[in-house]
Antibody
Framework: EVQLVESGGGLIEPGGSLRLSCLASGLTFSNAWMSWVRQAPGKGLEGVGRIKSKTNGETVDYAAPVKGRFTISRDDSKNTLYLQMNSLKSDDTAVYYC???????WGQGTLVTVSS | DVVMTQSPLSLPVTLGQPASISCSSGRSLVSSNGNTYLSWFQQRPGQSPRRLIYQVSNRDSGVPDRFSGSGSGSDFTLKISRVEAEDVGVYYCLQGTHWPDTFGQGTKLEIK
């Protein structure tokens, strides 16, 4: 069974940085495209970005609101996906979900709160 | 970006009755490889979203057969043949044909 477990969320001041991690199991992680999706409190779903597999060049694509501030990376030796978030704003407050690239499997999410 | 428009945004339904949600995109979702990357998700209160349908009409494993997806091009529909209490939640469509992938606004299904 595929399991995705996010960690690293918390309270951070505007302008600060945070790194989220997602530990994957039950799949051949190195072959998987992986994505991050977020959901602001009481709001809908918004894509953050995705990273392709190494065989697809590990290309990374970002949504416009986070481009230049967020960085997605992966460590296939650790079955782990990362989301480095810099220059955080209050609008980035959300639950962040790690998902497989086909959106078939979702983690439980980790809450990031940007507030002073 | 492709805007996904869902309707209705609120859907009160009597138990045992059918329900239908529409999702419309501003452009065709047929990919260059001929596939149409339109998915449907259910988010129950307090839970992570769960995919129900992928590529328009393919049901995910474990999804009851009362859920069905249809449509083509830029207009799509999710149908629930007989609503049960466990179906309460918010439903989202997603297009994955044109980057960035975009979600609809969500349709809140509640029991009358």
């Amino acid at each position: 069974e595929v399991q995705l477990v996010e960690s690293g969320g918390g309270l951070i001041e505007p302008g600060g940085s945070l790194r989220l991690s997602c530990l994957a199991s039950g799949l051949t992680f190195s072959n998987a495209w992986m994505s991050w999706v977020r959901q602001a409190p009481g709001k809908g779903l918004e894509g953050v970005g995705r990273i392709k597999s190494k065989t697809n060049g590990e290309t990374v694509d970002y949504a416009a609101p986070v481009k230049g501030r967020f960085t997605i990376s992966r460590d296939d030796s650790k079955n782990t996906l990362y989301l480095q978030m810099n220059s955080l704003k209050s609008d980035d407050t959300a639950v962040y979900y790690c998902i497989t690239g086909d959106y078939g499997r979702w983690g439980q999410g980790t809450l990031v709160t940007v507030s002073s | 970006d492709v805007v996904m428009t869902q309707s209705p945004l609120s859907l009160p339904v009597t138990l045992g009755q059918p329900a239908s949600i529409s999702c419309s995109s501003g452009r065709s979702l047929v990919s260059s490889n001929g596939n149409t990357y339109l998915s449907w998700f259910q988010q129950r209160p307090g839970q992570s979203p769960r995919r129900l349908i992928y590529q328009v009409s393919n049901r995910d494993s474990g999804v009851p057969d009362r859920f069905s997806g249809s449509g083509s091009g830029s207009d799509f529909t999710l149908k629930i043949s007989r609503v049960e209490a466990e179906d309460v939640g918010v439903y989202y469509c997603l297009q994955g044909t044109h980057w960035p992938d975009t979600f609809g606004q969500g349709t809140k299904l509640e029991i009358k």
